[in-house]
């Protein structure tokens, strides 16, 4: 998985033995990898990765998420839009933020009809989206929120993109979410895990199955397979 081009990532708390440490999820096209550590900082990235670089990093701007080693990276646009969103439920009547959501919204739209477009019409859609991203990021804003996404945007403005230039990233890493969920159940459920133990083999077991999932393998013969055959003493060989 460390090897893929493309990879996502994201992370929540977890609780072991009664102390806060991170869950993280790493997930490629071939593969689903699950970490719980007692960090939350980039150094679990480094665990995960070692040397190598992926091409294209997919995460939210979580501070740690950004330091992993990439050429690119992409921001995830679901959580633009709903930051957008929270803006605008306080300033309904900031058009700059209402502007800014609809674009990123039609740029994923775009992303998803390229095979739909000739290359020259998709070219020509993703220039104009371009030049509308810059027009909207030099407009005079009002009010602290507003110009602390601005400023986020400005930051990453080569990263708001990339998805549209290449066709095997993503525009957002709610596939990494939608892989977190079940944990996120288990931690308010059972209020965590009374051992390391438990932690780390929860986060190996969660690794096979969406690892399976993600290959459209059947989840329990998978589970069988990696247990092996049964060894009970009435099917194992005797001595003559």
């Not at 998709?122 to 110009?147: D, F, K, M, S």
């Not at 059947?218 to 003493?233: A, E, I, K, S």
């Amino acid at each position: 998985m460390a090897q893929s081009a493309v990879i996502g990532s994201d992370e929540t708390s977890a609780r072991v033995a009664g102390r806060t440490w991170g869950q993280w999820v790493f997930r490629s096209a071939v593969g689903v990898y699950f970490l719980i550590r007692a960090s939350r900082g980039a150094q679990v990235i480094e665990e995960v990765m070692g040397k190598r670089h992926a091409e294209c990093w997919v995460s939210d701007c979580l501070s740690a998420q950004l330091k992993a080693p990439a050429r690119h990276r992409q921001v995830c646009l679901a959580h633009q839009v709903r930051d957008l969103q929270r803006l605008l439920d306080h300033q309904p009547r900031l058009l700059w933020a209402l502007a800014l959501q609809t674009l990123f919204r039609e740029a994923i739209h775009l992303g998803k009809r390229r095979t739909e477009l000739s290359p020259q019409g998709y070219a020509r859609r993703v220039t104009e989206v371009e030049h509308r991203l810059e027009a909207l990021l030099q407009r005079r804003v009002r009010g602290a929120p507003a110009r602390r996404l601005q400023k986020r945007y400005w930051q990453h403005r080569a990263h708001l993109f990339v998805f549209l230039h290449c066709p095997d990233v993503p525009p957002d890493n709610n596939a990494c979410e939608r892989a977190l969920r079940p944990s996120v159940i288990h931690r308010k459920v059972t209020n965590g895990f009374r051992s390391e133990w438990g932690a780390h083999a929860y986060a190996a077991l969660a690794t096979v199955i969406e690892t399976a999932k993600l290959q459209n393998r059947n989840v329990f013969d998978t589970l069988v397979n990696l247990m092996g055959p049964p060894v009970l003493p009435f099917l194992t060989p005797q001595n003559p």
